[in-house]
């Protein structure tokens, strides 16, 4: 007897009552109050009793629900097992922490499940509004049918993150930009027609992503890094390393031609060979394991190369502006233990400029 490993009605069921009910919970902690804490040094990197409170929910209905599936969680410490699962179930608990300690509403509960590591069901859902997006064969906004907006590509609404804005998007003339925090939440509503298209600047994570993705195919749209490359999921490490795009089609075609236009940065970690940033190293830092890069258009911005010392990295090269230095740090201190900035005169075989 062949299994059958394709999400079912019933999946999606279980997901949109799985992710309401840890919603319940993390507003809940609103109400009451909460302490926060620091996953990095890095200021804006917050978890909360909520975040693990919430995962724990999800795990613990997923185990029940579906014993035979592996489960990746943020807030999980990561069960290797599930490398080896054809069906695996990919969760944020709370999209957007830093929305939900600041008191805003734009934080969202995010499931996804991946068959052979491609996006094939997703619910997000908004606690503080109550909207909850599904997507299978399809997609519905709190039950009912929704699709991508019919908007001239002209008037395309691009949903962009906040921080990204605020950072380095505010004097770009890309038009119809409109920032807010959780990304899970972002594709959602472009799965909806309430946006177009979006993308990033930094990296993310498989768990931000999956569940929006998912909507967005179910849609009809496309989500993809910025190069082209198919996202895939449930990879040995979880991380996205470099910038994405996704939404409608026509709007992503004329938005990936205007951010080379534009030539707006986007950042690329661990560059490897075969991949698009590798083209543009210098010649020294082609093939070494630790190199760390920002483009702008189709050129290099800025590099950083690390090397390991034990458990530690110490900055070994960064070239480029001092600000597209930093931002490359900023990621990379989120997930490991180097200085809090390199000191470009003693540390690097390069000098970045201001």
Same mark, same amino acid.
């Given at each position: ?25 993390? &507003? ?13 040094? +890095? ?7 909520? /975040? ?56 969202? +509960? ?66 119809? &930009? ?67 795009? #996704? #939404?409608?089609? /026509? ?67 960064? /070239? ?14 989120? @997930?490991? @233990? ?12 390069? /000098?970045?400029?201001?």
């Amino acid at each position: 007897m062949t299994h059958d490993f394709a999400p079912r009605r019933s999946d999606l069921t279980f997901a949109i009552d799985t992710a309401r009910a840890a919603g319940d919970l993390v &507003m809940n902690h609103r109400r009451r109050g909460f302490d926060v804490e620091r996953k990095s040094d +890095v200021p804006d990197d917050f978890v909360t009793i909520a /975040d693990r409170e919430a995962s724990e929910l999800i795990i613990e209905r997923i185990r029940r629900h579906a014993p035979f599936d592996g489960v990746l969680s943020e807030e999980m410490a990561d069960d290797e097992t599930r490398l080896a699962k054809r069906r695996v179930w990919i969760v944020d608990p709370i999209d957007g922490t830093k929305e939900f300690v600041h008191g805003s509403p734009d934080f969202a +509960v995010s499931i996804g499940l991946t068959v052979d590591g491609e996006p094939r069901l997703g619910v997000v859902y908004a606690p503080a509004t109550g909207d909850v997006y599904a997507g299978l064969d399809g997609v519905e906004k709190n039950g009912r049918t929704v699709g991508f907006s019919k908007r001239p590509v002209e008037d395309a609404v691009i949903a962009v993150s906040a921080t990204e804005y605020e950072r380095e998007l505010t004097g770009t003339p890309l038009r119809g &930009m409109r920032p807010s925090g959780s990304i899970a939440l972002k594709l959602a509503k472009i799965a909806a027609g309430e946006a177009d298209a979006t993308f990033t600047i930094n990296p993310r994570s498989e768990w931000d992503v999956c569940a929006g993705h998912a909507l967005v195919a179910a849609a009809g749209g496309s989500y993809t890094f910025r190069d082209g490359a198919a996202i895939g999921y449930n990879a040995p490490d979880p991380a996205l390393r470099r910038g994405t795009i #996704g #939404g409608r089609g /026509d709007v992503v075609a004329w938005l990936a031609r205007e951010l080379d236009r534009l030539a707006v940065a986007q950042q690329h970690l661990f560059v490897r060979e075969g991949e698009a940033a590798f083209a543009l190293l210098p010649p020294e830092l082609r093939g070494h394991p630790s190199v760390h890069v920002r483009t702008a258009g189709r050129a290099l911005e800025s590099a950083v190369a690390l090397e390991r010392r034990g458990e530690a990295y110490r900055v070994a090269y960064a /070239d480029g502006p001092a600000r597209g230095v930093s931002f490359i740090m900023r990621n990379l201190r989120r @997930s490991l @233990s180097i200085p809090d900035a390199p000191n470009f005169s003693e540390s690097t075989t390069s /000098d970045a400029t201001e």
